[in-house]
């Protein structure tokens, strides 16, 4: 990554505050010549003024150094809106019901893309009592396994953790449920509608 913060995008959110570049250079405590050169593409802002920088501008650290400003649209909060985030690193799984800029170990994490369940990754879901005895047809070994399975309504989601050479299965109530996912470390998140 060769730029960490554009100055476009400083340009842009230092005008959406209708500040000059006097007075963001006053709360930074630094030149009005330096946010002009941060601006133009000449200089860039010391990694210390980060966090002032982001203050200032009234948006978070993520934002600034992704260059989106994050706004929720989704108020309502659908959860089969949601969307998965997946660490490569440690395996940590996120889920928003709303746009976000997720990191995790030090990188900007994408949203999953789901695919539909399919016979190499197969989400069967049998009905017990109150509850969904989900199974993945999936081989569960250290290189190669299901790392989560997720039951998903409109208003909450039920996630069960898995770990290699374990089972691919996981019990959830059935209050509501309308999907079911499944993450491979390999292929990815897949999905099915109950």
């Known amino acids: 990554m060769d730029r960490y913060v554009t100055g476009a995008v400083i340009r842009k959110l230092r005008e959406a505050k209708k500040m000059t570049q006097d007075e963001l250079a006053d709360k930074l405590y ?87 369940s399919h016979a190499e990754h197969l989400i069967k879901a049998e009905s017990v009592e109150d509850e969904y005895y989900v199974t993945v047809e999936h081989p569960m070994t250290k290189e190669h396994y299901i790392s989560f399975i997720a039951a998903v309504s409109d208003n909450r989601i039920q996630l069960a953790k898995l770990y290699p050479e374990g089972n691919a299965e996981a019990r959830f109530k059935r209050d509501c449920v309308r ?14 509608r109950i």
């Open 30 to 116: 630094v030149s009005g010549k330096a946010v002009s050169k941060w601006e133009t593409g000449h200089g860039f802002p010391d990694i210390s003024l980060i966090e002032p920088l982001a203050a200032a501008l009234g948006i978070s650290v993520i934002e600034l150094l992704s260059g989106e400003e994050i706004t929720n649209r989704n108020r309502s909060s659908n959860m089969l809106r949601g969307r998965f985030y997946v660490c490569p690193v440690c395996g940590n799984a996120i889920h928003s019901v709303g746009e976000a800029v997720v990191s995790c170990c030090g990188i900007t994490l994408p949203p999953c893309e789901s695919e539909p």
């Open 179 to 192: 999907k079911l996912y499944a993450f491979c470390n390999r292929h990815g998140l897949f999905e099915a």
